[in-house]
């Protein structure tokens, strides 16, 4: 596990939504120079306090999941989405006019979104033991949401929203105590974005 990289949920500033409507923590994207509007792909945690429009991201497919709180109904170009479910990730074009509506108080969600014709992302929650194995062009992100993962390799754990990012050519093994997303990243050209 020479290559993983730790990244605590302690060391996430708060930076508010590009629409300015919300505040939201980047848990990694491609590289530290990757603004809003210029990353391959992007992956944060989002606080929602209160319903209303999305940001528009040109370009973008996102994926979203509740990771706290009863939920949202999103509007996404005139088509109707209950995510009452947490742990449930919810594909949708960036650049859709998408409007959201709390179910009952605010939320917590993952938000995972790549450049279309750049990158794509595959996103499933672990809630046992696990193993990533190395693939070429593919970036693992493992983010604890409930509970603890263990990486038994290392002897490090991760507690609620800590996370770790596996380069393409490092992989490890994975104890999960709880819930875990795991976000498989691929850039078009087969070689990881960081």
Not at 156 to 184: N, S
Request: proline residues 4%; aromatic residues 6%.
């Amino acid at each position: 596990m020479t290559g993983s990289q730790v990244l605590r949920a302690h060391d996430r500033p708060a930076t508010r939504w590009k629409n300015g409507g919300g505040l939201t923590r980047e848990v990694a994207a491609d590289g530290s120079s990757a603004g809003l509007e210029d990353f391959v792909w992007r992956v944060s945690l989002a606080d929602v306090a209160r319903g209303g429009p999305f940001s528009s991201f040109t370009g973008v497919d996102r994926i979203i999941t509740v990771v706290d709180g009863a939920g949202m109904e999103l509007n996404v170009d005139g088509a109707s989405h209950t995510i009452a479910d947490a742990y449930e990730p919810f594909s949708f074009p960036g650049d859709a006019v998408t409007d959201c509506r709390l179910l009952s108080g605010p939320i917590v969600d993952l938000n995972v979104m790549t450049r279309r014709t750049r990158a794509t992302a595959h996103v499933r929650m672990a809630r046992e033991t696990f193993s990533v194995v190395p693939r070429t062009g593919v970036l693992v992100l493992v983010i604890a949401l409930t509970g603890t993962v263990a990486v038994e390799e290392s002897g490090v754990t991760l507690d609620r929203f800590d996370a770790v990012l596996f380069p393409d050519r490092d992989g490890g093994t994975l104890r999960v105590d709880g819930v875990a997303a795991v976000v498989a990243l691929t850039t078009s050209s087969g070689s990881p974005g960081t």
